[in-house]
């Protein structure tokens, strides 16, 4: 398949990482992504074999199945994130339960697809994962929007130490973090605010920076703590 490279400007290709059990699905996986253009730098077959592959070759993107045997997906996810914060997670497994999803955003994931998604959606699921987008099947983006909400609800802990003064963010970085709580996409934000993909980027990076967040999970929690999206 001929995939043109809308726009991007002949970038080094993005650094893939395979996480997957099955040796047949793994493989195909890895081979459509680099047929797509992407660098898939490792793959590897159990939790263990995954977290020492992903500290050793840093990917930009780690696509990792839940069901793992040695150490669980999860676990996976909580380790290489907390050791690479810039690194990012696209979950891409069989199951669709609630429960499962919410565990994989808890633990650092930035997306979730399911296996049924196609070979098309796979790869622009891994684009935007690697951008930072939010990436859910449909159906699972409400949930976890909810779930946002329902932790936001709860008391944070020890906030009146954590605040002492509340850090100056610009209006238009106001205005991001907003979008963002409503749980609108990068692309939608910018085209909402007619403002360039890259932008959006920016102004999340300097929001997490002055908050001192790691991540957008942190950052919708902070925005809807404080009704921002409600207004």
């Not at 999860?74 to 609630?98: D, F, Y």
């Not at 929007?145 to 709860?154: I, N, Q, V």
């Not at 003064?165 to 605010?193: C, F, H, N, W």
């Not at 002055?210 to 957008?216: E, G, S």
Request: aromatic share 4%; glycine share 8%; hydrophobic share 40%.
């Amino acid at each position: 398949m001929s995939g043109t490279a809308s726009g991007d400007d002949r970038q080094s290709p993005l650094r893939v990482m395979v996480v997957d059990d099955h040796p047949m699905w793994r493989d195909a996986v890895a081979r459509d992504l680099a047929q797509s253009g992407f660098d898939v730098v490792a793959t590897a077959g159990d939790g263990e074999q995954a977290v020492r592959r992903a500290r050793a070759v840093t990917p930009d993107v780690l696509v990792l199945d839940l069901n793992l045997p040695a150490k669980p997906g999860v676990q996976v996810c909580k380790e290489v994130v907390g050791s690479n914060p810039g690194l990012r997670v696209l979950v891409l497994s069989a199951s669709g339960e609630h429960a499962d999803v919410l565990e994989a955003v808890k633990s650092g994931a930035t997306g979730y697809l399911l296996k049924s998604a196609s070979t098309e959606e796979l790869i622009d699921a891994v684009r935007r994962t690697a951008v930072g987008d939010p990436v859910f099947t449909p159906g699972l983006a409400g949930l976890v929007l909810g779930e946002y909400r329902r932790l936001a609800s709860e008391p944070a802990p020890a906030a009146g130490d954590d605040e002492p003064k509340a850090p100056q963010l610009t209006d238009r970085e106001t205005e991001v973090l907003r979008l963002v709580a409503k749980g609108l996409s990068y692309k939608q934000i910018a085209d909402r605010l007619v403002i360039s993909h890259r932008t959006v980027q920016n102004h999340v990076q300097n929001t997490l920076g002055k908050l001192q967040l790691h991540n957008r999970v942190e950052l919708v929690r902070y925005a809807i703590q404080r009704g921002l999206d409600d207004e």
